[in-house]
């Protein structure tokens, strides 16, 4: 079997892995000092996600280091507007910046389609990747979900509640869905492209499914990324999908039919988000990113939450965010030998 001794694939077919395997979200970052040496050589942070020799090298940084279950395709969800053709910079300490996108007029301003060749380092990346990677490492790669990369569009910048996509999604509903339907078309060719270059996996990042109230979950976040699911599907009829739905909180069951595994945020009690999750579905989580930065008692305590609280089925260990930049490489150290302690 091609996942045979691949705990991160054995957990996506279903299947509980003899042993819970560990990545996590933004494993490659600025709390190595490996990664700030290489970013520095880099130039601007978008240089780095389009030079296939130092993405490759930052992906694997954490992989030599800790020896993580599963490598994710260092590149950023912003790489997407880019392929559509919006100005995208990183503005330095201040995040991300784009020209923002706000009416029909700017949605004529960017490509119909997505420029797959713009993001052919991307490819060429994961095409390395696959050959470095230790057998049973899992290559990862992503993508935002439509709501999440939309917002970063309209708003040209993070903003706290994701306010400027949420008014003109009232305002302006046949813009905003013009502007989803595009990325969701986008996002199906990316990441098919993603599995073709050698990802044997893939996740969707809805980082602000929070932002959005309950009612209008479904429209703008669940079916753009069911729709993204199955056209990559149809495509390729076996391929893995975790959806990381960041504050769907109770409705998080919603993505369950289209996913082979869900991930967990770290506003979500372990046992509680076990009890939403169908049964048998693979879930992935949620140590919340403080817990590790402060190490100790309180990371002890939230590393057996987790794997306590899904025990009961196949479970990939996970933050429930990204890691931050200030956390201690002694604390990731820990972590990783204490989930592996409990495969005993
Ligand atoms: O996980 C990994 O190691 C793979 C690489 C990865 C990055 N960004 C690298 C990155 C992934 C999967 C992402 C996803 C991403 N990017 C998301 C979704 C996940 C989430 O955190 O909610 C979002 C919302 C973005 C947009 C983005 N990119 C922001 C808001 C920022 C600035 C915040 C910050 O930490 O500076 C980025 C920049 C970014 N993306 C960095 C990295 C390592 C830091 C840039 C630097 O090195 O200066």
Known sequence: MADEGKLVLEALAGRR??????????Q????????????????????LCY??????????????????????????????????????????????????????DGLSRIAGTIDLERLEPVFETLRRLRR???????????????FTVASYMVAGKGTPDQAP???????????VAALIDRLVEGSIA????????????????????????????PRWSVEPVRRIAEGVRQRHPGARIIVF???????????AGFADALGIDWASDPAEADGIVPPGLAVQGNLDPLALIAGGEAMETGIDAALTGFAGRPHIF?????????????????LVQRVREARA
């Not at 996509?165 to 813009?175: H, K, S, V, W």
């Not at 990802?199 to 969707?204: D, F, K, S, Y």
């Not at 739905?245 to 993505?255: S, V």
Request: a negative charge; proline letters at 10%; hydrophobic letters at 45%.
């Open 245 to 255: 739905a960041k504050g769907a909180g109770a409705r998080l069951a919603d993505y």
């Open 190 to 217: 990316y990441l098919s492209q993603q599995i073709e270059a050698g990802a044997e996996a893939v996740q969707i990042f809805e980082s602000f499914a929070g932002a959005l109230p309950p009612a209008l979950l």
């Open 17 to 26: 892995p003899s042993a819970t395997p560990i990545w996590l979200m933004r």
């Open 318 to 334: 996970n933050l429930g965010h990204g890691i931050r930049p200030e956390t201690p490489i002694a604390h990731v150290e820990r």
């Open 28 to 47: 490659a970052g600025r709390y190595l000092p490996e990664y700030r040496a290489v970013r520095t050589k880099a130039g601007s942070f978008l240089d």
């Open 165 to 175: 996509i949420r008014l003109l999604a009232y305002r302006d509903p046949e813009f």
């Open 51 to 104: 030079n296939p020799d130092l993405a490759t090298e930052v992906t694997l940084q954490p992989i030599r280091r800790f020896g993580f279950d599963a490598a994710i395709l260092f590149s950023d969800i912003l790489v997407v507007p880019h392929a559509f053709g919006q100005n995208v910079w990183f503005a330095e300490g201040e995040g991300p910046r784009l020209d923002p996108i706000a009416d029909r």
């Open 132 to 146: 470095e990677l230790p057998r049973p490492v899992t290559l990862l790669g992503f993508c935002g979900a439509p």
